[in-house]
């Protein structure tokens, strides 16, 4: 990075980390690991896929010294890739909703199987697995951090972790259309029933607890709306 690049300090910071979005740093991606980095809420020495490369690039960066990786967030190692025992698998789909960059592929009593070039070895999809039949593989013998990673599979990681993430708001985002078009729907159905004097009284709680919820709906996109970058 040049001294003249102008763009704000988390921008910058991003830029360096290696996109595996792996969350040992603490963070639940690594740009909100940037940000927590340019804020001073977070140290630089928090990314054991970058290594003590990436402690470097992020030290000049940040005018600061050269400090050793922590090893609370783990240790610098060859880059592994997750393997599924295809025997074992049960197609539970855990796995692909764990892996930030879509790198699995299977479907709900499938096998499933991980695309080798784009898993960023992250570990993440281990633990959901209720069969324990993923493995992290290492492919990088003694290659770890910056040595083990190019810069070209780390912009291919954020660009499939960015698309993973618009997709899940857009879903997000549809699912409460629909859920809001079910309660209007319902709303009008009770407003032209035609209901005894002894049922009004259960007619109206039931109005009121489906247009308090239509308002709670509202507000929480109204405030989606506002949060959006």
């Known amino acids: 990075m040049h001294s003249h690049d102008q763009r704000p300090l988390a921008d910058r910071l991003e830029d360096l980390l290696p996109q595996t ?3 040992k740093c603490g963070y639940p991606a690594c740009r909100p690991y940037a940000e927590a980095m ?12 970058g290594g003590a490369e990436g402690i470097v690039r992020l030290a000049k960066v940040l005018g600061k010294p050269v400090i050793t990786l922590n090893l609370d967030n783990g240790i610098e190692r060859a880059r592994p890739i997750a393997m599924i025992d295809e025997q074992l698998c049960i197609g539970c789909t855990l796995c692909i909703q764990a892996c930030p960059v879509d790198a699995i592929l299977g479907a709900a009593k499938q096998m499933h199987t991980v695309i080798n070039a784009l898993c960023t070895g992250c570990d993440l999809c281990v633990a959901p697995c209720p069969v324990d039949c993923i493995a992290m593989v290492e492919v990088t013998p003694g290659k770890t951090g910056w040595d083990a990673w190019s810069q070209a599979q780390a912009d291919a ?11 899940l708001q857009r879903e997000k985002e549809e699912n409460d259309a629909r859920l809001a078009a079910k309660a209007a729907a319902k709303l009008q159905a009770l407003e032209s029933e035609d209901v005894s004097e002894d049922e009004k009284a259960e007619q109206a709680r039931k109005k009121a607890i489906i247009q308090a919820a239509i308002e709670r709906a509202r507000l929480k996109k109204e405030q989606a709306e506002k949060d959006k970058p």
Not at 38 to 49: E, F, H, K, L, V
Not at 157 to 167: L, N, S
């Open 38 to 49: 340019a804020d001073g809420t977070a140290s630089y020495n928090q990314c054991p896929p």
């Open 21 to 23: 979005q792996c969350t």
């Open 157 to 167: 990681a954020r660009a499939r972790h960015d698309a993973r993430t618009a997709r």
